[in-house]
């Protein structure tokens, strides 16, 4: 079974400039999730789809940050402008969405570095 | 307060040592509890789920202890192959399925 899909895998952008990661769940996935981990701490959700709605975005920056997931299957995330506290890996995960289906795949992560 | 703590470490280890890494969480209505481990620049995997009952895996022992707020893993006869970042994970319901991670404890394991 193939994972989660991530591209690009590395990134580096200048501060003010856009940028945008795409994430393929694994097939049948129902719940999409983006995270955000800045070196040294952990995964913080930014947005959480379930289908092509979305389920949690209390965490994402709205004013720079926006994702969608149109048909349900994969998703972009974009960043615009860019500034230099984004500097983190995004990694995105993927779950059935089955009321017991608690783990999250994760795929590789996308590393932005903002100079 | 965080809502999920963890000691970060780093705890260095000789091979065969027994380490114990304790996690604490704020929201009392938290559900489902996890271990993920993280290896250098790769993405997190789950280790195990942790149950009231406590579970083991091997070498690895979950316990919860809801009283108090904290779950707890114990690695056992540590190898160099245990070498990497455990990641306390809580989740809990509130109108959604919500996950929250710990900042992770490092966990070094020397020959």
């Known amino acids: 079974e193939a994972g989660v899909a991530q591209s690009p895998r590395y990134k580096i952008i200048e501060k003010r400039q856009s940028v945008a990661f795409w994430c393929n769940p694994i097939?049948?996935?129902?719940?999409l999730y983006w995270y955000q981990q800045i070196l040294g701490q952990g995964p913080k959700l930014l947005i959480q789809f379930q289908n092509n709605g979305v389920v949690d975005d209390s965490q994402l920056p709205k004013d720079r940050f926006s994702a969608e997931r149109l048909k349900g299957v994969d998703s972009t995330l974009k960043i615009q402008p860019a500034k230099l506290e984004d500097s983190a890996v995004y990694l995105c995960a993927s779950n059935p969405g089955h009321l017991n289906s608690y783990e999250q795949y994760f795929g590789p992560g996308t590393r932005l570095t903002v100079t | 307060r965080k809502e999920v703590e963890q000691d970060p470490g780093p705890f260095n280890v000789p091979e065969g040592a027994t380490v114990a890494f304790n996690c604490t969480y704020s929201n009392s209505a938290s559900q489902s509890f996890f271990w993920y481990r993280q290896d250098c620049r790769k993405e997190p995997k789950l280790l195990m789920s942790v149950y009231s009952s406590g579970n083991e895996d091997g070498r690895f022992t979950a316990q919860l202890n809801r009283a108090s707020q904290y779950i707890s893993l114990l690695i056992r006869d540590s190898k160099l192959s245990d070498s990497a970042t455990y990641l306390c994970?809580?989740?809990?319901?509130?109108?959604?399925?919500?996950?929250?991670f710990g900042a992770g404890t490092r966990l070094f394991v020397k020959a």
């Open positions: 994970v809580v989740s809990f319901n509130t109108g959604g399925f919500k996950t929250i």
């Open positions: 097939s049948g996935h129902a719940t």
